[in-house]
């Protein structure tokens, strides 16, 4: 089991920068796929972005596509989301998750498929 933990969350204005990192413990980092989805207040989790095991392979949703990008160092045991261009419509709670490669029917942005989430973290843009 893995347990996740995100930081680098705060307040910043349009168009500007934020980092989130995702720390994991207690597995073995490089067998999952990992994520990030979000948050608004009285929605669904949405997706958002994630990275394969090996970081080869990249998805992101159409709202966040070019402006964010995911990367991980399987080193570190962590996961990042660099934001960039932010907007006051990002503002959300940012979630980590994994999903293990051997679940097999992985799908990238399918919340159901994940196996692991962090406690979340709150990102909000102001305008």
């Known amino acids: 089991q893995v347990h996740l933990v995100e930081s680098g969350g705060g307040l910043v204005q349009a168009g500007g920068s934020l980092r989130l990192s995702c720390g994991a413990s207690?597995?073995?980092?490089?067998?999952?796929?990992m994520a990030w989805f979000r948050q608004f207040p009285g929605k669904e989790r949405e997706f958002v972005a994630a990275i394969t095991w090996s970081g080869y392979q990249t998805y992101y949703s159409d709202s966040v596509k070019g402006r964010f990008t995911i990367s991980r160092d399987n080193v570190k045991n962590t996961v990042y989301l660099q934001m960039n261009s932010l907007k006051p419509e990002d503002t959300a709670v940012y979630y980590c998750?994994?999903?293990?490669?051997?679940?097999?029917?992985?799908?990238?942005?399918?919340?159901?498929?994940?196996?692991?989430w962090g406690q979340g973290i709150q990102v909000t843009v102001s305008s």
């Open positions: 207690g597995g073995t980092f490089s067998s999952y796929h």
């Open positions: 998750a994994a999903a293990y490669i051997s679940r097999g029917s992985w799908y990238y942005s399918d919340r159901d498929k994940y196996d692991f």
